[in-house]
């Protein structure tokens, strides 16, 4: 049985594909971090409409927002400033339409998404998410949130820098591999992981396709505790090396809905959308969690 559907939180969905849908240079390695750049209206714009469709929080534009990440195109002394800007219009556009709404703020890891063997020793990872962590903190987010992991060193160094920075605001999700699940992309099993994230706000899994989350969500709801709150946030595209990433067709708005639906009863408490989920999509999900 899965948790009632009137209590299921709604997050957001994709921010960095819908800057690439809305015309936005999303290119690696800056990734999503180019909006505050050069189009932060159409970043505020992407939040107001997730908001608009009903999400209950927003994700702050951090996923490339460390400094090891900006470094790469010569921005490395603006990481702060960045961080703080992207934070800051979170907040206006939850203020503006939503002021219930949670600000939630986003951590990646420090390398490639999908790479887990390009992360950093966790030495590294532990100073560098610290260090992000506590500008969002001090900048105001609701929840620390450390997404996409696929590196079991690096997620550990990230929840452990969490329960530094941000004790009691903090939760984590988990990018699987394909196949069987409860995978990390780096071959740990998430059981390995799931017992060592003690404080954690919830436990997600995020960016694996919609299509297959159902079993991911059973899997992980068989791990951990029935009080543990489960996030799911799936994607509806693929990664592609040179242009980060390819949006489909491949699902619409009220099947991506019809998903959401079996990951609440598998175990899921908290559901969003991840790369190539839009606004339309969160208003889908909306409909069928309220009306
Ligand atoms: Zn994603």
Redesign the pocket.
């Known amino acids: 049985m899965g948790p009632d559907i009137r209590n299921v939180m709604l997050l957001d969905g ?1 921010t960095g594909t819908e800057l690439d849908r809305r015309g936005v240079d999303v290119g690696l390695p800056l990734w999503s971090a180019r909006a505050m750049l050069e189009a932060p209206d159409v970043l505020e714009s992407v939040h107001r409409d997730y908001l608009s469709a009903g999400a209950e929080a927003v994700t702050t534009n951090t996923f490339r927002t460390h400094r090891r990440s900006l470094a790469k195109e010569g921005f490395g002394d603006r990481a702060e400033a960045l961080t703080r800007e992207a934070v800051s219009i979170a907040c206006r556009a939850r203020d503006a339409v939503a002021p219930e709404a949670m600000v939630l703020g986003s951590v990646a890891p420090l390398e490639d998404c999908y790479s887990p063997e390009l992360a950093p020793d966790a030495a590294t990872c532990l100073r560098e998410h610290g260090d992000l962590m506590a500008q969002l903190v001090d900048s105001g987010v609701d929840l620390v949130l450390v997404q ?1 992991m696929s590196s079991a060193h690096e997620s550990l160094a990230a929840a452990q820098a969490a329960q530094e920075h941000a004790p009691e605001c903090w939760a984590i999700s988990f990018c699987l591999a394909a196949g069987d699940p409860g995978m990390l992309m780096d071959g740990t099993p998430l059981s390995d992981v799931v017992d060592r994230l003690d404080g954690a706000s919830f436990i997600g899994i ?2 694996v396709a919609a299509t297959v989350m159902e079993a991911q969500i059973r899997h992980l709801r068989g791990l951990v505790d029935d009080d543990v709150v489960i996030a799911a946030c799936g ?1 509806v595209g693929y990664a592609d090396d040179v242009k980060g990433w390819i949006n489909t067709d491949a699902i619409e708005p009220a099947v991506y809905a019809s998903h959401t639906k079996t990951w609440i009863e598998a175990g899921a408490g908290i559901v969003g959308g ?2 190539g989920t839009t606004p339309d999509t969160i208003r889908a999900m909306r409909t069928l969690l309220r009306d």
């Open positions: 994709a996409t995020n960016c994607n991840c790369c």
